[in-house]
């Protein structure tokens, strides 16, 4: 993939750590310039409180050989976003690339707790964050998409259409969240094609994001020591894997076939060919139905 986003211009909005930071920095690695958002930087950090900025996501991006340029944002402020926006038009003239990541809502949902146990506020915070910063984003950045032909927009989310349709997702809240961006990702795709644009709505697998692998206490060198605690987090993946599904789709001329789709990174993966960084090409939402729903044994063999 090296150069073959020589020129386009990115946003990753969310790019402060997770899978927002490794679409980044793979965008980065196949030569595009990415703007990387986001509230926690080395001046001030989010609620989160956490060491990861992106100032260091974008020192990433340039290193892996593209132009990383961090701009804080809090994407549930319109006029920040305005201000963001004015900003690349200003310095770039153009939008090819852009990647809704804002979530923030790891903290605030409560696993198998139904909504009239659930703690209102946190849940009502949680989609706020979680959907609508990306329609405030979409709203004020699509029309710099648009002045070009062959803009691609992706919705992270966390489920496949099919998956989430047929499975109740931790709560009420983080369900209707995730299931919100699957829509906004179909409905974009409806206003989008027609004006020469493509959108789509993406999801990694089981991610060992920083937060994922300080909560089973390893690192990405040692992950596997929390196989015994965790057997089925064999299937898990870097946020790099997810990065290079995104960079493959905004490299493909043929990306509208894909418009209004819901798509993972497994899926992705074996259509472009791309690996995760250890070689291997874990498809962890076949996995996820054919092995760990129906209580077999964790094995990977032939899903990475």
Excluded: C
Excluded at 180 to 205: I, K, N, Q, W
Excluded at 238 to 259: C, I, S
């Amino acid at each position: 993939m090296a150069g073959a986003l020589e020129g386009r211009i990115a946003l990753v909005a969310g790019a402060t750590r997770g899978a927002g930071r490794g679409i980044a920095v793979e965008l980065g690695a196949a030569g595009a310039v990415v703007y990387v958002t986001g509230r926690s930087t080395r001046e001030r950090r989010s609620e989160y409180d956490r060491t990861e900025t992106i100032e260091d996501t974008a020192d990433l991006v340039t290193a892996a050989g593209g132009r990383g340029i961090a701009v804080p944002t809090d994407h549930l402020v319109p006029s920040e976003v305005r201000a963001l926006v004015d900003r690349i038009a200003d310095e770039q003239g153009r939008l090819d690339i852009l990647v809704n990541d804002i979530w923030g809502g790891e903290r605030l949902f409560e696993w198998d707790t139904p909504v009239w146990e659930h703690d209102l506020d946190n849940g009502l915070r949680l989609l706020r964050l979680g959907v609508e910063t990306h329609a405030i984003t979409s709203h004020h950045a699509l029309p710099l998409l648009l002045r070009h032909p062959g803009g691609l927009v992706v919705e992270m989310t966390d489920g496949t259409a099919e998956y989430n349709r047929a499975n109740y997702r931790v709560s009420f809240f983080y369900d209707l969240a995730k299931s919100s961006v699957l829509r906004m990702a179909y409905a974009l795709g409806r206003e989008l094609g027609p004006r020469g644009a493509t959108a789509v709505a993406l999801t990694p697998g089981w991610l060992r994001s920083e937060m994922m692998l300080e909560n089973f206490g390893v690192t990405e060198d040692n992950w596997r020591d929390a196989l015994e605690r965790v057997p089925h987090f064999a299937i898990s993946e870097t946020p790099f894997y997810v990065g290079r599904a995104v960079a493959a789709l905004a490299a493909d001329p043929e990306r509208a076939r894909w418009n209004g789709e819901s798509l993972s990174s497994g899926g992705l993966a074996r259509t472009y060919g791309f690996t995760d960084r250890d070689g291997s090409r874990p498809d962890a939402w076949r996995y996820l139905v054919e092995v760990q729903d129906p209580g077999k044994p964790a094995d990977t063999s032939g899903y990475r």
